[in-house]
């Protein structure tokens, strides 16, 4: 059977009914929800640089049978992740600038290989970003019925990608690819993509069918002291609120969100009241906030994202500044969304990147995230894969040696 493929900039063209078709067994992020919803916010703007959105789309006799969010950019204050220059350049320095040694070496080498790069021509200055926006995951969504047809929509989606890039004259990146979406990896390895280890997510697969059921799977010390941190809140006079209208808070939303993240400096993603407003309108009943009040007042929130048997943990916000130094923090991080998943029924709870040591002592497992490297010119492949790799090995090493000492102790 013969599939066509196009390019759009939206997925208006297509109505609600056959984006459910299409997207029924995604996940949020590649769901009709999330789509609408990416179509009536400013990306550009929530992004901090310039982008264009396209989703390449195979077709069989008219129908949509695969699917995959990229877009285009060459912005140079764009959100670092989105940037691969600054990402694989020098985004990392900061962690390692009061290091050892040896991390003293690696950013001078890694300053000296970026300067002859560029200097020969083998820089790249912007990239075709193949991931759904705001969700740090990719993906190419089939929903053929046939396996044979879902892997020629899949072979048909790749090529039009690197074509695309080859078009554009910029490197093709898939950002955020999941360590068990073997089959979107090995067709990825097998067109010539360069794999790049970029960190571990946490996800919690929820035990049993209700909380008594997660506490028991630690010692009676343990246990004590989860319930203890869990209590802390609810003393302080704290109670827990799910809010699925979001647009009726938006601006305290906004402005939590905002406390909470510019502590990190202005690298991240800004969430105006529009954002907000828009998963209200689009995305919810997959999106609620779960919002915690103190004498009347809001405090904190926690957003929440859940399609199918999955949840995700994605934002989280504070009136205050240092969140993550209280115990609310913790509530609405992890306690309350566990609680959630369990009313929903949810069997995978992903927790976010942050915190590892943290999550793990609370149950919470790593899961291995990947991106995937093209680059159109020879050259250019030639010089820049040897610092690739070496920047693979070197975040994956460090990842491992993060994991050492996990166990559950009796303080989390």
Not at 189 to 218: H, K, R, W
Not at 364 to 383: D, Q
């Amino acid at each position: 059977m013969t599939l066509t493929l196009k390019f759009h900039d939206s997925v208006s063209h297509l109505s609600d009914a056959e984006l459910d078709a299409l997207t029924s067994e995604s996940s949020v992020f590649f769901g009709r929800r999330w789509f609408r919803m990416l179509d009536a916010v400013d990306l550009s703007a929530m992004a901090r640089g310039e982008l264009s959105l396209r989703y390449a789309i195979a077709y069989q006799q008219g129908t949509p049978v695969a699917l995959c969010p990229c877009f285009i950019t060459r912005s140079k204050t764009i959100y670092t992740p989105y940037s691969l220059e600054h990402f694989l350049f020098t985004s990392w320095k900061k962690g390692f600038a009061n290091g050892p040694a040896w991390s003293r070496v690696a950013i001078a080498a890694a300053d000296l290989y970026r300067n002859v790069a560029w200097r020969t021509g083998a820089g790249f200055d912007g990239g075709v970003f193949v991931t759904s926006p705001l969700s740090m995951r990719s993906s190419i969504h089939c929903a053929a019925q046939s396996v044979d047809v879902a892997k020629q929509a899949r072979e048909l989606i790749l090529q039009g990608l690197r074509d695309l890039a080859t078009s554009e004259r910029l490197p093709l990146y898939f950002y955020g690819v999941e360590r068990d979406d073997t089959t979107l990896r090995e067709a990825l390895t097998s067109a010539t993509f360069q794999e790049i280890f970029i960190y571990d997510d946490n996800v919690m697969d929820v035990p049993g069918d209700n909380f008594d059921a997660y506490l028991g799977q630690f010692k009676s010390d343990v246990r004590r002291v989860l319930k203890k941190e869990m209590a802390h809140a609810r003393d302080a006079g704290v109670r827990f609120e799910r809010v699925s209208r979001m647009g009726e808070m938006a601006e305290q939303l906004e402005r939590f969100y905002e406390v909470t993240y510019s502590k990190y400096g202005s690298e991240h993603l800004r969430h105006p009241s529009t954002f907000w407003a828009a998963l209200d309108q689009h995305v919810s009943p997959e999106a609620e906030a779960v919002v915690a009040y103190q004498n009347g007042d809001p405090i904190g929130f926690s957003l929440l994202l859940h399609k199918n048997d999955e949840m995700w943990f994605y934002r989280v916000g504070r009136a205050e500044a240092g969140a993550s130094e209280t115990p609310l923090y913790f509530n609405l991080a992890f306690y309350e969304p566990l609680r959630r998943a369990y009313e929903l029924g949810v069997k995978k709870l992903w927790l976010g990147a942050s915190g590892y040591e943290t999550k793990r002592r609370r149950g919470a497992r790593r899961h291995g995230l990947y991106s995937y490297l093209w680059i159109p010119g020879r050259w250019s492949r030639t010089v820049l894969q040897p610092y690739v790799s070496a920047y693979s090995r070197v975040a994956m090493a460090m990842a491992a040696s993060g994991t050492q000492n996990a166990r559950i102790r009796k303080t989390p």
